[in-house]
């Protein structure tokens, strides 16, 4: 049967209805667990931590939400640190793994340069070889002119 129209017995009553699950003091340990969770190497993605305590990610957003009655300050401050360092972790795995790619992307055109860079040097060497040595034979030749003119 329902309640008759403008019952207000649990008006202001702060024990009515279901009790609550989570305590302001089990929040706050779990904000402290989010925090040691987000600190491992391993945590990269945080929607994570929530099912591997046993609940629904939703209440992690809950409890950081100002809107929500069920607004914790301790854990909104540790939802955004867990936030920024596993956000961070993610994007140095992304950058390292994107330079790779790209390293072995051009792994090829890299070898294939230093391959020509090489065989331009060995035949700038082979031509101030050559020029070198004519310089050397036109001076002898040249000497050798002088000296017979001369005499």
């Known amino acids: 049967m329902a309640a ?3 019952n207000k017995f649990a008006y202001g009553n702060p024990h009515a209805g279901r009790p609550a699950t989570w305590t302001k ?3 706050e340990q ?3 667990l989010l925090i040691e969770w987000a600190q491992r190497d391993d945590a990269i993605v945080l929607r994570e931590f929530a099912p591997l305590r046993g609940y629904a ?3 992690m957003y809950r ?3 100002q809107k929500e009655p069920s607004y914790n300050e301790v854990f909104c ?3 955004e640190f867990a936030r920024s360092i596993v956000g961070a972790r993610r994007e140095k795995v992304a950058f390292e793994k994107s330079t790779q790619r790209d390293l072995g992307m051009y792994s090829d055109e890299l070898d294939k340069y230093e391959r020509e860079r090489e065989e331009f040097k060995s035949k700038l060497k082979q031509k101030e070889a050559e020029v070198e040595a004519h ?5 002898v030749k040249a000497s050798n002119a002088n ?3 001369q005499k």
């Open 135 to 139: 310089t050397l034979v036109d001076l």
């Open 147 to 149: 000296e017979l003119s």
């Open 77 to 79: 401050h540790a939802f």
């Open 4 to 6: 008759p129209k403008g």
């Open 30 to 32: 779990e904000a402290d």
């Open 25 to 27: 003091e089990v929040v």
């Open 63 to 65: 409890w950081s939400d």
């Open 57 to 59: 990610h939703k209440y």
